[in-house]
């Protein structure tokens, strides 16, 4: 197995960190690796917010799902989705003008394009985390920064045409963290289909599930609930975190295209 290989087999989220910085040399490197990701046409339709400031570390493990190990981390990037920056450009490289003396309506971006930035800045994100795993820094991804769109949006200061896709948190390990084991992945056979999508079926899914089944917590929090999908549902989808979420994307989602 070359090294490569190794990182991304092994690497695994990190919530506790050792009271230990992260050199300015190690960030631009981990920085330096983000930057060189593949990017849609080469627009690079991202921009990385570097939060250095303890006050809104502070106020992002709060508006964040309550997680005070944001806050505890000694570097917090956020990846943001942007055409702000190309639209701004547009304006000033004289498009407009081009597009009334050609007959043309100049276009705004919309939600195709912020998939298409999603895609760029998720990317970027991905290979800082490898990056960093390189170094010996671990990082957890953080999608609650979708949430909370008033707060984040004033926050931030993020425009019109920038959506925070999610918000990385790096430090290096502790040692509990570094034994943890690895979590469990599906097998390929229910990911990977040849050509075509194909729908799972019962007998599947129950294969699928065997594993999470047998390790279903007892209790009274889980009267009721017989299986892992009734657990995922109450405890994921139908959240507070997750009905907060699709409000926010809502109100994102309104902006683009308007």
């Not at 493990?61 to 990037?77: K, L, S, Y």
């Not at 920056?85 to 407009?96: A, H, K, P």
């Amino acid at each position: 197995m070359n090294q490569v290989m190794d990182v991304l087999l092994n690497r695994k989220s990190v919530r506790a960190y050792e009271e230990r910085e992260i050199s300015a040399e190690v960030r631009a490197e981990i920085l330096k690796a983000a930057l060189r990701a593949p990017t849609a046409g080469n627009l690079m339709l991202y921009s990385i917010l570097d939060v250095t400031d303890q006050t809104i570390k502070d106020k992002l493990a709060v508006t964040c799902d309550n997680q005070p190990f944001i806050a505890r981390a000694p570097m917090v990037w956020i990846f943001l989705a942007d055409y702000q920056r190309w639209y701004d450009y547009f304006l000033t490289s004289g498009v407009e003008e081009l597009c009334t003396q050609k007959n043309l309506t100049m276009q705004k971006p919309e939600e195709g394009d912020l998939f298409l930035a999603c895609c760029d800045a998720l990317i970027a994100a991905q290979n800082a985390v490898i990056a960093a795993e390189s170094f010996g820094i671990g990082s957890c991804y953080i999608g609650d920064i979708m949430e909370q769109y008033e707060m984040h949006k004033e926050m931030l200061h993020l425009p019109h045409y920038v959506f925070p896709i999610c918000m990385l948190v790096f430090g290096y390990p502790t040692q509990q963290q570094k034994e943890r084991e690895l979590t469990p992945r599906f097998d390929e056979k229910f990911i990977v289909f040849e050509n075509q999508y194909r729908r799972l079926g019962k007998e599947e899914f129950d294969e699928m599930f065997a594993e999470r089944q047998s390790r279903l917590p007892k209790g009274k929090a889980m009267e009721g609930i017989t299986t892992v999908g009734q657990a995922t549902y109450l405890q994921k989808f139908s959240a507070d975190f997750s009905v907060e979420m699709r409000r926010s994307v809502r109100e994102w989602l309104k902006g683009w295209g308007n």
